[in-house]
């Protein structure tokens, strides 16, 4: 019998176990300390890209310790609380300048001399302006890694309905799903005719009509075999001729919107249909967010108009882009939509620091800022109008002020036709106008309050959606 081999020689068991632990140590330690390295490279790229003539970041602590830490920097608003913002202190600045004078809109921003404003004309002599300074126009920004999130361009345009192929085949459950609502009108029909308290029946409904504005199933064939659009639909709602039953207005209106949107064509539930939005990586890496109107989608409306329109008080839009595809006011970004010669069709109330007085059906709206000799092109269109007396569509942003409580929570809505009834000069040097605009009788109240408060639960959780996507 062959003896057996020696043994190889095994290295200790607690020698082996204590240089594993002192080279993960090592590796560790030296993981920390590439991460610490590259977050102060970070925060040296941000706080240089990010600086401006008066230092928007200082340290948090002054007498922190500096021996192996960064001081920490602070904003006015994230995770670097305690700082005000430079926008803010800019504008504090200026109003202090202008203090013993009276200001009826936001002060031009100060414009100190420094290299990165060297193509701003600042003009040190000149008087306290009444409107917001002119955005000046960035140069350079390649952009990098473009992405386009949601670029939604269903529509069937209004020939639709005629077009219908009846044999298309559809689910059996959502054509239910979708007709369940003369259930809940025949339900409120009976509670009527028995003499039953209506809150709940009548909020039910309410309910249905702001979930079914965004029914993913919706397709032509099965809106158009369920037989909503048809004179025993949603008309019963919105004309209010259930025997027995009086709709408010609010439910009223959203039978009339939801009517009138698949009815046009535009069965795609989506918020941004027709919204080309882009994400990706500008200039020193940073982040940029854009939204345009589809140069393709079918279902754009032109808000050259005097009047509503096909609009309904109490339409919501997430966007004011989104208002411009829908014909309600035709600028992305301007407050003053009209056509030179025939003056304004349609305003946006909104923040921005001018004098702005907000009552509801009352409006005392600022123009925008011209020169001594002339007013600017906006001023003019408001100026047409009122010669002309033209409705007005008005419309509110929620960048209102948070105390102004006809303020939507989010996006904009239309709140229905005003006219101007006067005006007056703010002051004469920026030619800057003040409208009073009076609300036209006989229209549904605005939708700030109550049940059929706009934006509903439904519209702002589907932004929210929305958001999770392109945040």
């Given at each position: 019998?062959?003896?057996?081999?020696?043994?190889?020689?095994?290295?200790?068991?607690?020698?082996?176990?204590?240089?594993?632990?002192?080279?993960?140590?090592k590796?560790?330690?030296?993981?920390?300390?590439?991460?610490?390295?590259?977050?102060?490279?970070?925060?040296?790229?941000?706080?240089?890209?990010?600086?401006?003539?008066?230092?928007?970041?200082?340290?948090?602590?002054?007498?922190?310790?500096?021996?192996?830490?960064?001081?920490?920097?602070?904003?006015?608003?994230?995770?670097?609380?305690?700082?005000?913002?430079?926008?803010?202190?800019?504008?504090?600045?200026?109003?202090?300048?202008?203090?013993?004078?009276?200001?009826?809109?936001?002060?031009?921003?100060?414009?100190?001399?420094?290299?990165?404003?060297?193509?701003?004309?600042?003009?040190?002599?000149?008087?306290?302006?009444?409107?917001?300074?002119?955005?000046?126009v960035?140069?350079?920004?390649?952009?990098?890694?473009?992405?386009?999130?949601?670029?939604?361009?269903?529509?069937?345009?209004?020939?639709?309905?005629?077009?219908?192929?009846?044999?298309?085949?559809?689910?059996?459950?959502?054509?239910?799903?979708?007709?369940?609502?003369?259930?809940?009108?025949?339900?409120?029909?009976?509670?009527?005719?028995?003499?039953?308290?209506?809150?709940?029946?009548?909020?039910?409904?309410?309910?249905?009509?702001?979930?079914?504005?965004?029914?993913?199933?919706?397709?032509?064939?099965?809106?158009?075999?369920?037989?909503?659009?048809?004179?025993?639909?949603?008309?019963?709602?919105?004309?209010?001729?259930?025997?027995?039953?009086?709709?408010?207005?609010?439910?009223?209106?959203?039978?009339?919107?939801?009517?009138?949107?698949w009815?046009?064509?535009?069965?795609?539930?989506?918020?941004?249909?027709?919204?080309?939005?882009?994400?990706?990586t500008?200039?020193?890496?940073?982040?940029?967010?854009?939204?345009?109107?589809?140069?393709?989608?079918?279902?754009?409306?032109?808000?050259?108009?005097?009047?509503?329109?096909?609009?309904?008080?109490?339409?919501?839009?997430?966007?004011?882009l989104?208002?411009?595809?829908?014909?309600?006011?035709?600028?992305?970004?301007?407050?003053?939509?009209?056509q030179?010669?025939?003056?304004?069709?349609?305003?946006?109330?909104?923040?921005?620091?001018?004098?702005n007085?907000?009552?509801?059906?009352?409006?005392?709206?600022?123009?925008?800022?011209?020169?001594?000799?002339?007013?600017?092109a906006?001023?003019?269109?408001?100026?047409?109008a009122?010669?002309?007396?033209?409705?007005?569509?008005?419309?509110?942003?929620?960048?209102?002020?948070?105390?102004?409580?006809?303020?939507?929570?989010?996006?904009?809505?239309?709140?229905?036709?005003?006219?101007i009834?006067?005006?007056?000069?703010?002051?004469?040097?920026?030619?800057?106008?003040?409208?009073?605009?009076?609300?036209?009788?006989?229209?549904?109240?605005?939708?700030?309050?109550?049940?059929?408060?706009?934006?509903?639960?439904?519209?702002?959780?589907?932004?929210?959606?929305?958001?999770?996507?392109?945040?």
């Amino acid at each position: 019998m062959r003896p057996l081999p020696p043994a190889p020689d095994l290295p200790d068991l607690a020698e082996v176990l204590y240089k594993a632990t002192v080279e993960g140590v090592k590796q560790g330690i030296a993981w920390i300390k590439k991460d610490k390295e590259e977050e102060e490279s970070r925060l040296k790229i941000k706080c240089e890209r990010d600086q401006s003539p008066e230092s928007l970041f200082v340290t948090q602590d002054t007498n922190a310790q500096t021996d192996t830490h960064v001081a920490v920097t602070t904003l006015s608003s994230g995770p670097f609380a305690g700082l005000r913002s430079a926008k803010k202190r800019v504008r504090e600045h200026a109003s202090l300048e202008q203090e013993s004078k009276d200001s009826f809109g936001p002060a031009r921003k100060v414009v100190k001399k420094a290299a990165v404003r060297e193509n701003v004309d600042s003009d040190e002599g000149s008087k306290a302006s009444f409107g917001p300074a002119k955005k000046v126009v960035k140069q350079g920004g390649v952009l990098k890694n473009v992405q386009t999130i949601n670029s939604r361009t269903t529509d069937q345009g209004p020939e639709w309905y005629d077009s219908v192929d009846p044999k298309q085949t559809y689910s059996r459950g959502d054509m239910q799903n979708l007709k369940y609502l003369y259930t809940l009108v025949n339900n409120a029909k009976k509670d009527a005719a028995d003499g039953k308290d209506m809150t709940q029946s009548l909020g039910r409904i309410r309910q249905r009509l702001q979930q079914m504005e965004f029914y993913t199933s919706l397709s032509p064939i099965l809106v158009k075999k369920s037989g909503l659009l048809d004179d025993g639909g949603l008309h019963l709602i919105f004309e209010n001729r259930v025997q027995g039953v009086y709709f408010p207005h609010d439910i009223r209106a959203d039978a009339d919107i939801l009517f009138r949107k698949w009815m046009g064509g535009q069965i795609d539930p989506h918020l941004f249909r027709g919204i080309v939005t882009k994400t990706g990586t500008a200039k020193e890496e940073r982040g940029f967010k854009s939204h345009s109107i589809d140069p393709n989608f079918a279902g754009k409306i032109s808000s050259n108009y005097v009047g509503t329109g096909n609009l309904v008080n109490g339409q919501w839009w997430p966007l004011q882009l989104c208002a411009k595809r829908d014909g309600a006011h035709g600028e992305r970004e301007a407050g003053i939509h009209g056509q030179k010669g025939k003056g304004a069709y349609s305003v946006v109330v909104s923040g921005g620091g001018y004098a702005n007085v907000d009552n509801g059906d009352s409006i005392k709206y600022c123009g925008t800022q011209g020169t001594e000799d002339s007013p600017s092109a906006g001023t003019n269109l408001m100026l047409k109008a009122h010669e002309n007396q033209q409705s007005l569509r008005v419309l509110r942003s929620a960048s209102l002020p948070a105390s102004n409580p006809y303020r939507p929570a989010r996006g904009i809505r239309y709140d229905g036709l005003y006219r101007i009834i006067s005006y007056e000069v703010l002051d004469q040097q920026t030619a800057m106008y003040r409208f009073s605009l009076s609300r036209i009788g006989g229209q549904d109240p605005i939708r700030n309050s109550g049940e059929g408060i706009v934006p509903s639960n439904a519209q702002i959780l589907e932004l929210n959606k929305i958001r999770e996507q392109i945040d």
